[in-house]
T-cell receptor, first 115, second 110 residues
């Protein structure tokens, strides 16, 4: 089946540094990918919709300059958390919807810890 | 705006008992409804979508447009059903975003 690969699975960084998370569609092309954030024991909150070859669409309240999204190819979207703060610590998940499959496919997530 | 409501944060049932996880939605057009499951330390997996009207792992869900509900049901709970269940909604079209409910933790006790 369609697979979305997310890397890294876990990252620890210092406050003020930037972290890049990659999301790849392994056996299909994804013109659109979605980035979610999940706090412990809470639901997934959509942060932004990543569009190949154009600007991402951010949800209300999500800082564009802090969470930079790049979708340069049909199989890769990246989320860069810039100038990270401890409150950015969370679980970030990407998703895409392969054309021929019944639903959205999710990456395994990235656990970000900012110290 | 699209919204999904799951009123129960936690549902605890005994093995063999019936299960019903509630989900209500709000959407102005014709929505596409899904149930996703997240087992401990695993990624989200699609369980059901309303269009396919199939039964997966004994679970079924019927879209009730009059009540704007998409409740998930299983007649006899199994221990391996213990997981986090999310109801989700998408507008029509593959590029549309998926909106999740807050999730219900199902715990099946022996």
């Amino acid at each position: 089946g369609a697979v979305v690969s997310q890397h890294p699975s876990r990252v620890i960084c210092k406050s003020g540094t930037s972290v890049k998370i990659e999301c790849r569609s392994l056996d299909f092309q994804a013109t659109t990918m979605f980035w979610y954030r999940q706090f412990p024991k809470q639901s997934l909150m959509l942060m932004a919709t990543s569009n190949e070859g154009s600007k991402a669409t951010y949800e209300q309240g999500v800082e564009k300059d802090k969470f930079l999204i790049n979708h340069a190819s049909l199989t890769l979207s990246t989320l860069t958390v810039t100038s990270a703060h401890p409150e950015d610590s969370s679980f970030y998940i990407c998703s895409a919807r392969p054309g021929q499959t019944p639903g959205y496919t999710f990456g395994s997530g990235t656990r970000l810890t900012v110290v | 705006a699209q919204r999904v409501t799951q009123p129960e944060k936690l549902l605890s049932v005994f093995k063999g008992a019936p299960v019903e996880l509630k989900c209500n939605y709000s959407y102005s057009g014709s929505p596409e409804l899904f149930w996703y499951v997240q087992y401990s330390r695993q990624r989200l997996q699609l369980l059901l979508r309303h269009i396919s009207r199939e039964s997966i792992k004994g679970f079924t869900a019927d879209l009730n447009k009059g009540e704007t509900s998409f409740h998930l049901k299983k007649p006899f709970a199994q221990e391996e059903d213990s997981a986090m269940y999310y109801c989700a909604l998408s507008g029509q079209g593959g590029g549309n975003k998926l909106t999740f409910g807050t999730g219900t933790q199902l715990k099946v006790e022996l």
